[in-house]
């Protein structure tokens, strides 16, 4: 069965740590760039990271450059979203999302598969 599974996520205090991961199933994540996204309660989707698994490039939106950090292991056909220093702004269902790059692309701009979602929540 083609999927990708999410685990991780959770509750955190402000600044804490969390780490979502992203398995592929059924098909091999090595051509493929991965992306994560996030839906918060009443908001739009918001891309935040992606990464081409075929030559490592990766991308941040600026609401998490430096604070989350995008890696992918193709021996485990797994991403990973390193979150730290979290706020409670980043609580939100988080998605990750697998697709072949368009030509020339790092990532995207269509996505294929998409996990099953993981909430986060930051709360004190």
């Known amino acids: 069965q083609v999927q990708l599974v999410q685990s991780g996520g959770g509750l955190v205090q402000p600044g804490g740590s969390l780490r979502l991961s992203c398995a592929a199933s059924g098909f091999s994540l090595d051509s493929y760039a991965v992306g994560w996204f996030r839906q918060a309660p009443g908001k739009e989707r918001e891309g935040l990271s992606c990464i081409n698994n075929s030559d490592g490039r990766s991308f941040y939106a600026d609401s998490v450059k430096g604070r989350f950090t995008i890696s992918g292991d193709n021996a485990e056909n797994t991403v990973y979203l390193q979150m730290d220093s979290l706020q409670p702004e980043d609580t939100a269902v988080y998605f990750c999302?697998?697709?072949?790059?368009?030509?020339?692309?790092?990532?995207?701009?269509?996505?294929?598969?998409w996990g099953q979602g993981t909430q986060v929540t930051v709360s004190s």
């Open positions: 999302a697998a697709g072949i790059p368009a030509h020339h692309a790092m990532c995207g701009p269509t996505y294929d598969y």
